[in-house]
């Protein structure tokens, strides 16, 4: 047997100053990542403004319709 020892994940946005940070303990999922989305969301300004752009990588939980469609109907 392996032994895994707790895992946290910490989730930050930053661009001159952190705007969002949340932790949750093991990993991020589709509905957690979706509330931290949210969150960040309501702290964003209008583009081309400063913190105006949400840079994701190919996660799978990044391309999930949900968030995407959250992040569109901004």
């Not at 032994?3 to 989730?11: D, E, H, K, P």
């Not at 990993?27 to 209008?46: A, D, G, N, W």
Request: aromatic fraction near 10%; glycine fraction near 4%.
């Amino acid at each position: 047997t392996t032994y895994r020892g707790r895992a946290w994940s910490i989730r930050g946005s930053k661009a001159q100053r952190i705007i969002h940070c949340d932790i949750v303990e093991g990993s991020f999922c589709t509905e957690t990542f979706y509330v931290f989305i949210e969150r960040l969301l309501q702290k964003m300004q209008p583009f081309p403004l400063p913190n105006s752009v949400i840079v994701m990588d190919n996660c799978r939980i990044h391309k999930h319709s949900d968030i995407q469609e959250l992040i569109e109907s901004r």
